[in-house]
């Protein structure tokens, strides 16, 4: 039990586009979920914290317009990437909350050109 | 500032040995901890989660928890190449519940 997927798993894009994330809890419900994001030989930087059917919380210095959350169901958080730039370019994960504990999907690596 | 601290590393031991990874917090109201790990280019993944003083055992793995002394280690029996990965010790902030994760231990298992 406890499986987070992400999709994609990697994307490339142009400079100036927008790039959307997908992060689903296959086997269980998630009120809560989490998006992080690593840059190499970096820990995790949390972004926001998701809530099922309200608005995200922002950590201190993450843009909310740049970064946009969705949260529509139980089991799906989107995290749109807006107007991207080469500096965005980083590993994104997101994580659900479960039992107590949190799980982390696979992470999408994201390229910007 | 809430904080938690792990030696960086790398850890280096030979297969076969024991393992010790360490971490500090810094807010003694903390109630939850979790060790993950993490093999390069790959997401995190929990081993365990301690709530309570003393040891917990899994397998290879044992968590213990020191709420007194704000010190949480994981042990590593046998140590494996295979468990050579990143080490992320995690605390549940009580406010938020958001997870306060720390730098991270490398950990290296030389054959």
């Known amino acids: 039990g406890a499986v987070v997927s992400q999709h994609p798993s990697w994307v490339i894009c142009k400079s100036g586009t927008s790039v959307k994330i997908e992060c689903r809890s296959l086997?269980?419900?998630?009120?809560?979920m989490f998006w992080y994001r690593q840059f190499p030989k970096q820990s995790l930087m949390l972004m926001a914290t998701s809530n099922e059917g309200s608005k995200a919380t922002y950590e201190q210095g993450v843009e909310k317009d740049k970064f946009l959350i969705n949260h529509a169901s139980l089991t799906l958080s989107t995290l749109t990437v807006t107007s991207a730039h080469p500096e965005d370019s980083s590993f994104y994960i997101c994580?659900?909350?479960?039992?107590?504990?949190?799980?982390f999907g696979p992470g999408t690596r994201l390229l910007v050109l | 500032q809430k904080e938690v601290e792990q030696n960086s590393g790398p850890l280096s031991v030979p297969e076969g040995a024991i393992a010790s990874l360490n971490c500090t917090y810094s807010d003694r109201g903390s109630q939850s901890f979790f060790w993950y790990r993490q093999y390069s280019g790959k997401s995190p993944e929990l081993i365990m989660f301690?709530?309570?003083?003393g040891d917990k055992e899994d397998g290879r793995f044992t968590a213990q928890l020191n709420k007194a002394s704000q010190y949480v280690s994981l042990l590593i029996r046998d140590s494996q190449p295979s468990d050579s990965a990143t080490y992320l010790c995690a605390v549940r902030d009580n406010q938020g519940g958001k997870l306060i994760f720390g730098q991270g231990t490398e950990l290296s298992v030389k054959p």
């Open positions: 086997d269980f419900q998630a009120t809560t």
């Open positions: 301690i709530y309570s003083n």
């Open positions: 994580s659900a909350r479960w039992g107590g504990s949190q799980y």
